[in-house]
Every structure is written in structure tokens, then in C-alpha cells.
């Protein structure tokens, strides 16, 4: 069986919980790219000309978000103008960091929000934020974490 097989045969808190170890997986991929960018960090809104700054900390609370459960930070709304901004393509980030960024954003929306997110996307953008190669060791990892009849050990993220 394949590692996605296995993945989609999980229960749903099970998938919340891959998903909480590759969206943890992907941030330093942000992280690591936003550390010491301020100038590729600023953008104009090219509809009505404003100047942002990227919120370096959003992927990072909206992450804590899922993991509690609740919007304390206004994640959801801190949201809204740098994902206007990548549609726009008034921001960009090099395809990886992007990938990062929507994979955490999605895992947000989905359980957070509680909007109909695919479950595989999730998975898709938080293993591309990594080198190909790593894909299917990572989600291999990251099932047998949670899945205890494969595994053995159970770990909670």
C-alpha cells in the first residue's frame, strides 16, 4: 500500500495529526526564507498602489491556531491581503516558500475555519515545500507517527 493509500485510510484525526507533522515540517522552509529578507518582504498592492509588509509570524500562528482549535491571533483575517497579494501576484516567493505558506494556510482554513479544504492538498503543498525526494520518506515518517498499527507508537503533535 502506498504511503497515500495509507494516509487517506486513516481516520480524521489521525490526517489532522500528518497534517499538523508536515505543516510543523514546512514552516522551517518559511522561516528559513523570510530570515533576514526585509526587502523581499514588502510589496505593492497593485489595485489600489499600497505598500505591505509580509507578516513573518502568520504562518507560524496560524499553525499554534490548529493545534489549539481557536482563532486567538485573527489569523483569518491577517490572512485575507497577503493571499490577495500571491493571487495577485502583487507577492512573490520562490515556488517551495509558497507551497509552505498555502499548506499551513490550508491546514488553517480547514481546521480552524472549517472550510472544505481536500485533505491531500494539504499534503501536496507541505511535502513540494521540501525536495521531491523527500516526499514519500516524509509522509511515510509522518503516517507511521500517528499510526499505531503500522508503527507501534503513537505521537501527538
Known amino acids: 500500500m ?11 484525526d489521525r490526517r489532522r495529526q ?4 508536515l505543516c510543523a515540517q514546512a ?3 518559511w522561516t528559513g526564507y523570510v530570515r533576514g529578507k526585509p526587502a523581499a518582504l514588502r510589496y505593492r498592492d497593485s489595485v489600489v498602489g499600497m505598500r505591505h509588509r509580509v507578516d ?5 500562528d496560524a499553525l499554534r491556531a490548529v493545534r489549539t482549535g481557536a482563532d486567538r491571533a485573527d489569523v483569518s483575517g491577517r490572512y485575507l491581503e497577503p493571499i490577495a497579494a500571491l493571487h495577485d501576484d502583487d507577492l512573490c516567493l520562490p515556488d517551495h516558500v509558497e507551497f509552505a505558506y498555502y499548506a499551513i494556510y490550508n491546514c ?3 481546521y480552524v475555519c472549517g472550510d472544505d479544504i481536500a485533505e491531500w492538498l494539504i499534503v501536496d503543498q507541505a511535502l513540494a515545500a521540501h525536495d521531491p525526494s523527500e516526499a514519500t520518506p516524509r509522509l511515510t515518517r509522518a503516517v507511521d507517527d500517528v499510526d499505531p498499527g503500522t508503527s507501534g507508537t503513537a505521537t501527538s503533535y
Not at 4 to 11: E, G, M, Q, S, V
Not at 18 to 21: A, E, G, K, P, T
Not at 56 to 60: F, G, H, I, N, S
Open 27 to 29: 514552516l522551517p522552509t
Open 108 to 110: 488553517f482554513r480547514r
Open 56 to 60: 513573518v509570524d502568520l504562518p507560524a
Open 18 to 21: 500528518v497534517h499538523l507533522v
Open 2 to 12: 502506498t504511503p497515500r493509500d495509507r494516509f487517506l485510510r486513516l481516520d480524521a
